[in-house]
Every structure is written in C-alpha cells, then in structure tokens.
C-alpha cells in the first residue's frame, strides 16, 4: 500500500530539491561586477523567516509530489513553489546587497536552478495529466507571463544582479528584442510565402518533389555559421556593384545574411510538411468534390489546404521556435539580437549579461511553441469535423 501512493516522479523531484535547498549554494554575491563571487546558502542568504517559510512551502510541494495527491492539487503547489522561489530570490538580493552600496551584485546559483527546475517538472507532469483545452493552455501561459510582469513591477528583483545589468541597458535591450523577433519572425513570413507555393509545386509535379526537397535537406545540413560565413561575400558584392543596395540593408555584415539564411533554413520543414499535409488528403474526398463540380484551384483552396492546415501548422512551429534560437546567432555577424548580450557576457565573462540574452529568447521559444500547438490542436478537431461532414 505504501509503495502504491509514492510516486516515482515525486522521489527525483524531491532527490533534485532537497540538496538544492540544504547543500547547494542559492545566491552568489560579489563585492563588485567584477571580482570572484562568494557562494551563499539559503539560511545565509534569507532573514530567518523567510528561510523558514521557503524550507515549509518546499516540504510541503515535495509532500504533494511525493504521495501522488491528485492532479490539481500538485498543480497548485507546483505553482505556489514556483512563485516562492521566485519571490525568495528577490528577497535574498535585497538582504544581502549593502544599503546604498550600488556596486555589489547578487545572482542566483545552481540552488535556485535546481529548485526552479524541480518544481517545473512537477508543474508540467501535472499538466500533462489534467490535457487542459487549447484555449485554456493559452490562458495559462499568458497567465504566468502576467504574474513574471508583476513581480517583475513590484520592484522584488530590483537588487538582483540581472535586474541590474538589465536597468543599465534597457534601450538597447528593447531595441535587440525589436531585431530579434523581426528576424525571427521576417523570415518565417518570407519562408512562408515562397514555401507554400513551393510545396503546392512538389504536390503536383512529382518529378520536381524529390530534386526540390534534396537541394534544401542539403542547405539544412550546412552549419548556422558556416552559411552566414558564404552569404558575407555575394552580399557584400551586391551592396558594393548595385546601386541602392547598401541603402537598403544589402550588406556582407548585419541582419541581410542572417535574415537570409533563416529563410534558406525555414524552407524545408514547410515545404515538407505542405507536400505530407496534401498528401495525406483522402482522395475520396477530393473526388467527391470534382464530382460536384469544382475545378483543382477550388478543390486545393476549399478542400485540400484546410484539410492540410494541421501539417502546415506544424511546419510554422517548428520553424519560429528554430528561428528564435538561431536569430540569436545573428550578433556574430552584426545581426543584433539577443544573441548581442549573450556574446557580449561570454566576452567579458558576465553570466548575468549571458542571462540578459538566454532567458527572453526561451520565453520566446517557449511561448511560440505553446501557441503553436494549440492552434494546431484546433485546426485538427477542425479537419476531423471537415473530414466527418
């Protein structure tokens, strides 16, 4: 009986949670922005209450974890510790940072990744158990970027070392998130509008399919670097012989090949996906509909397309979270983005800086992939009630 109420989940969150908790370092402070950090514990890193009352909500998540409580009831203490460590960190930059001392920096350790990790594991096995609706994955996720912005406002964060490095470079922060996501998302419209036609190319002439869809596996196996590298020189000819060309953007070095080469590597999985999505079409139903009179062009656009839209959907998926994590690639080559503040913390050896530039562009990802999916979702029950009609 005991065994049959522990759950094996649970034990590995509870084995990644509790060291983080009582052995791991939560915080790292350093005097200045430069100099080696010092690890600091929970129990030193908090005023005693609200190390009391974070060691309490962690007992209490493991427990729900640990003794398979029902569903909602573990979504609920996965987001209460969630919120608290998030809440903890701020409160320990905030103790630990000397009162008008403007130079000293905390950041979070690997005790505060393990417990965010931990936590997030059972957050998702719960919701991966309870398969909320589409919509309602949605709302959750604009749900959790909401209560980030509020805590983010309530001035929580405002010691950490990240909030810091983020407050000196706010305009430049909003200007790289600007490059990114038109990087990100420019290409995927471009790769979008040239893809799709190509697609309904490769369905209809089968002798193309195989030539078009070989040439671009071959440009999907050229590395990121290496393909911006062969862009630099015919770009830097067009802007250097073609009048107008460098006014425009045209250049060897910045967004032109970066934006490029997202596109070049974009192509295939719509493509792809177009041909499977039609392919897969029933062609009962598309006989049906030229029995009632309707030309290809009616049946491609009324019947094939809406019924391929899930393919399709998954192919725009997996292109824009592969675009957000590659734009970031772009700063080597003068691109922008946040890949500016990742290169520039690696430089100079800033993990929070590093930070400045990971963490939006995996929100980014992250929230591009939930949307995704659940339209994806949608537009499946809508090709089931199209095909069942």
């Given at each position: 009986?005991?065994?049959?109420?522990?759950?094996?989940?649970?034990?590995?969150?509870?084995?990644?949670?509790?060291?983080?908790?009582?052995?791991?370092?939560?915080?790292?402070?350093?005097?200045?922005?430069?100099?080696?950090?010092?690890?600091?514990?929970?129990?030193?890193?908090?005023?005693?209450?609200?190390?009391?009352?974070?060691?309490?909500?962690?007992?209490?998540?493991l427990v729900s974890a640990i003794l398979k409580a029902g569903v909602l009831v573990r979504m609920i203490a996965a987001c209460l510790g969630l919120v608290t460590v998030l809440v903890a960190i701020g409160l320990a930059a905030s103790f630990l940072t000397p009162e008008g001392n403007s130079f000293a920096r905390v950041s979070t350790a690997s005790g505060f990744w393990m417990l965010l990790f931990a936590f997030s594991m059972l957050l998702i096995d719960a919701l991966a158990r309870l398969r909320p609706r589409p919509l309602v994955r949605i709302f959750l996720l604009l749900a959790g970027l909401v209560l980030l912005g509020l805590l983010a406002r309530s001035g929580v964060w405002n010691e950490l070392s990240l909030l810091k490095e983020f407050s000196s470079r706010a305009d430049s922060f909003w200007?790289?998130?600007?490059?990114?996501?038109?990087?990100?998302?420019?290409?995927?419209?471009?790769?979008?509008?040239?893809?799709l036609p190509l697609g309904i190319l490769c369905y209809r002439v089968e002798r193309l399919r195989a030539a078009i869809l070989n040439v671009l596996n071959v440009i999907q196996t050229i590395p990121?670097?290496?393909?911006?590298?062969?862009?630099?020189?015919?770009?830097?000819?067009?802007a250097a012989n073609l009048p107008g060309a460098s006014e425009l953007g045209i250049r060897g070095i910045g967004a032109a090949p970066a934006f490029i080469a997202l596109v070049?590597?974009?192509?295939?999985?719509?493509?792809?996906?177009?041909?499977?999505?039609?392919?897969?079409?029933?062609?009962?139903?598309?006989?049906?509909?030229?029995?009632?009179?309707?030309?290809?062009?009616?049946?491609?656009?009324?019947?094939?397309?809406?019924?391929?839209?899930?393919?399709?959907?998954?192919?725009?998926?997996?292109?824009?979270?592969?675009?957000?994590?590659?734009?970031?690639?772009?700063?080597?080559?003068?691109?922008?983005?946040?890949g500016v503040f990742v290169f520039h913390g690696i430089g100079q050896t800033a993990t929070d800086l590093v930070l400045l530039g990971a963490l939006p562009t995996v929100a980014l990802a992250l929230s591009a992939a939930v949307i995704m999916d659940a339209l994806t979702e949608l537009a499946t029950r809508a090709r089931k009630e199209i095909a069942t009609a």
């Open positions: 009986m005991i065994k049959q109420k522990i759950d094996k989940l649970g034990v590995v969150i509870a084995l990644i949670a509790m060291p983080a908790l009582l052995f791991v370092p939560f915080v790292t402070f350093k005097a200045n922005r430069i100099v080696q950090g010092q690890p600091v514990w929970v129990f030193s890193a908090l005023p005693a209450w609200a190390a009391a009352c974070l060691t309490l909500v962690v007992v209490a998540v200007r790289e998130a600007w490059r990114h996501l038109a990087l990100a998302v420019g290409s995927l419209v471009t790769a979008f509008a040239m893809g990121s670097i290496a393909l911006f590298g062969l862009l630099i020189a015919p770009l830097g000819w067009i070049l590597y974009a192509l295939l999985p719509i493509v792809a996906n177009t041909v499977s999505g039609l392919v897969g079409v029933d062609t009962a139903v598309s006989n049906a509909a030229k029995g009632l009179g309707m030309t290809d062009g009616q049946i491609l656009r009324r019947i094939e397309l809406p019924l391929a839209m899930p393919a399709i959907l998954t192919a725009i998926r997996i292109v824009l979270v592969q675009n957000i994590g590659m734009a970031t690639i772009a700063a080597l080559i003068g691109g922008g983005g946040f």
